[in-house]
């Protein structure tokens, strides 16, 4: 501990002295009342102060409520994963046929049998499930599970290590028709330009199926029924075909946003119009052999379209001929088309706009009950309640404003927290009742926060059960089991920096979460998280999928944040520099909440003189009074 000494020969200690009021009580009585102290707070004095036996006890106070087991929302544990990078047997084509049941010939040119003892993998980047399968992308390897009722989660595959860096990470667990079998399964990977597609059979062995290239760097990777889709904001598209085999690329205009719409992949671009692809039956033209694609609506102002989303409603199933589309644009302005039975020969109507961002609109999601938008100013959230008539979205009331309010999120620049790819807000559970936020403040935290899309209240708060950082995660439904009555449950799969993977039941936190009425991180948790980073190497995230906006409105959209020491000039002139306790600014918040102590104050000191005053006008001894 440093002896500065004043003029006066007094030490001076730069600490809270506030807190020294208990440590000083502990060295003379060795107790400690932990309800009138903030107990995280004090434990770090206590470790400034070296004194051992205050800090054990603190610890063991603050580890109450903490289990390596986790809270009743913990559902499970995986370990992290191994490469298998020494021992990676390749089979030729020779052997093809009695290794895969395949004829020869086919492009399943080897199988990978992954063996070998485990190593580090690092940190995991991206978590993305499909049915009751996840795939955990590592640096260079991607790792598949499947959770069955009887066994619980099982590590089924482990991709051969690869020579870069995966950036994207698709799955496919339910691969219908084909020459690929009913039972096999699916996962790709891409990084730059390049896209790796392997076919898992049922005994975990994967068949590398082919490497493919987009030419341009890949960044949306993902699966339309068994057709797998690569996109680049450039314009292009790639499309691999589960019947055909063949891979193909196709230039369309510089791509911002999409979505899928059964076996139709919907493209929002650069030019203000919508575009869809119908890639279950890819439609080559044989003049030239493209896909083809078709121009669905034109916004009316031609903005860009940065986010878009469909939503099926039963008649879609029916007719076909019935489609709700939400979408925002690049100058922050939200709209919905709908196209009606009886305007199928004059494409989608538009049916509502709203003008309430200022910032390029980055996510929207329309769902059976709301309408929900988020923009680039630090994630800004707005909800909207939906009015539906026999499930179709309907004017009478239409839709009403519900709520605002912000996700707060920041990134490491230097990517050390994670890949953008693998910590996306959300919102999620497109199809559920109640849709989620999950808010990840700051890239080396082991802490997030669920919040409802519709009010912005917490659902519940998640912390790692091994004090690891989350470096990645994921909300998926997973299939309920063959029991009568049993219905999928919502979880939150979280990855982390030691590679390991942890879930969580939101389906039991959702049931919980009428009883708690907390919107996202208090002010004290939010300056507690804050504390942990510095603010000078992070940015607010950019959700945009388009670079070209990216890079436009990279200025506005990256908030950098540096702190600056301030000298409090007022106490020195006052002769208040050799204090005793050194203080600088007081917030916004501390001034706030002083304030209004002092108005609370007051009000009572009036209160009890009035009180007084009928006291003395009310008896019998006034005069003498």
């Given at each position: 501990i440093s002896t500065l000494k004043d003029e006066t020969g007094a030490i001076f200690i730069d600490r809270d002295p506030s807190l020294f009021a208990p440590i000083l009580n502990f060295l003379r009585t060795k107790e400690l009342h932990p309800r009138s102290i903030e107990v995280h707070l004090l434990m770090h004095e206590a470790e400034f102060y070296g004194i051992t036996p205050l800090v054990r006890k603190l610890q063991l106070c603050d580890e109450l409520d903490r289990s390596s087991c986790g809270n009743v929302l913990f559902n499970g544990y995986l370990p992290p994963a191994?490469?298998?990078?020494?021992?990676?047997?390749t089979v030729k084509a020779a052997t093809e046929e009695k290794v895969t049941g395949?004829?020869?010939?086919?492009?399943?040119?080897?199988?990978?049998?992954?063996?070998?003892?485990?190593?580090?993998?690092?940190?995991?980047?991206?978590?993305?499930?499909?049915?009751?399968?996840?795939?955990?992308?590592?640096?260079?390897f991607v790792v598949c599970y499947r959770v069955k009722e009887s066994t619980g989660w099982q590590q089924v595959f482990t991709s051969p290590r690869l020579d870069w860096v995966i950036d994207r990470v698709a799955l496919n667990a339910k691969v219908m028709g084909g020459s690929l079998g009913d039972n096999d399964k699916m996962v790709a990977v891409a990084s730059g330009t390049e896209i790796i597609l392997w076919a898992i059979c049922p005994d975990g062995n994967g068949s590398e199926i082919g490497v493919f290239s987009l030419n341009v760097p890949v960044e949306a990777l993902f699966f339309v029924g068994n057709q797998l889709i690569a996109t680049s904001h450039t314009g292009k598209v790639g499309v691999w075909n589960a019947?055909?085999?063949?891979?193909?690329?196709?230039?369309?205009?510089?791509?911002?946003?999409?979505?899928?719409?059964?076996?139709?992949?919907?493209?929002?671009?650069?030019?203000?119009s919508i575009y869809y692809i119908d890639v279950q039956k890819f439609p080559l033209r044989m003049k030239d052999n493209d896909l083809l694609v078709t121009e669905l609506y034109r916004d009316p102002t031609e903005d860009a379209i940065t986010a878009l989303s469909v939503y099926l409603t039963p008649k879609t199933s029916d007719s076909g001929n019935w489609i709700e589309i939400a979408y925002g644009t690049s100058s922050g302005t939200v709209r919905?088309?709908?196209?009606?039975?009886?305007?199928?020969?004059?494409?989608?109507q538009l049916f509502q706009t709203f003008s309430v961002h200022r910032s390029p609109v980055t996510k929207i999601m329309l769902s059976e009950k709301h309408l929900i938008s988020v923009c680039a100013d630090n994630n800004h959230v707005r909800t909207w309640t939906v009015t539906r008539f026999r499930g179709m979205i309907s004017t009478q009331p239409g839709s009403t404003p519900l709520t605002s309010f912000k996700i707060l999120s920041l990134d490491d620049i230097d990517g050390h927290g994670g890949c953008a790819a693998g910590t996306e807000i959300g919102p999620y559970g497109e199809r559920d009742e109640q849709q989620v936020f999950i808010q990840r403040v700051v890239?080396?935290?082991?802490?997030?926060?669920?919040?409802?899309?519709?009010?912005g209240k917490r659902v519940c708060e998640v912390r790692s059960v091994d004090g690891t950082s989350i470096t990645a995660f994921v909300v998926h439904e997973c299939e309920g089991s063959s029991r009568i009555g049993s219905r999928p449950r919502r979880y939150l799969?979280?990855?982390?920096?030691?590679?390991?993977?942890?879930?969580?039941?939101?389906?039991?936190?959702?049931?919980?979460?009428?009883?708690?009425?907390?919107?996202?991180p208090t002010e004290e948790e939010l300056l507690e998280l804050l504390d942990q980073c510095d603010l000078a190497l992070t940015r607010t995230p950019d959700m945009s999928p388009a670079a070209s906006l990216t890079h436009s409105s990279r200025n506005s959209m990256?908030?950098?944040?540096?702190?600056?020491?301030?000298?409090?000039?007022?106490?020195?002139?006052?002769?208040?520099?050799?204090?005793?306790?050194?203080t600088g600014f007081l917030s916004s918040e501390t001034y706030c909440s002083l304030y209004s102590k002092y108005v609370f104050f007051l009000t009572q000191l009036m209160s009890r003189t009035h009180d007084i005053l009928v006291l003395i006008y009310t008896s019998p001894e006034k005069n003498h009074l």
């Open positions: 191994g490469t298998n990078r020494d021992r990676v047997i395949l004829p020869s010939g086919n492009i399943l040119n080897h199988v990978i049998c992954c063996l070998g003892p485990v190593s580090d993998p690092g940190m995991v980047r991206i978590v993305c499930g499909h049915h009751n399968w996840i795939a955990v992308a590592y640096a260079q019947v055909t085999k063949h891979w193909q690329n196709q230039d369309v205009v510089p791509i911002n946003s999409y979505d899928t719409a059964g076996s139709f992949l919907i493209l929002g671009c650069n030019n203000g919905v088309i709908v196209q009606h039975p009886e305007t199928v020969g004059s494409g989608p890239p080396d935290t082991d802490k997030l926060y669920v919040r409802l899309s519709s009010n799969f979280s990855g982390h920096s030691n590679g390991s993977i942890q879930m969580w039941d939101l389906t039991t936190a959702m049931e919980i979460a009428g009883k708690v009425d907390i919107k996202g990256c908030r950098y944040t540096h702190l600056r020491p301030h000298a409090d000039q007022s106490l020195q002139n006052r002769g208040m520099k050799n204090h005793r306790y050194r």
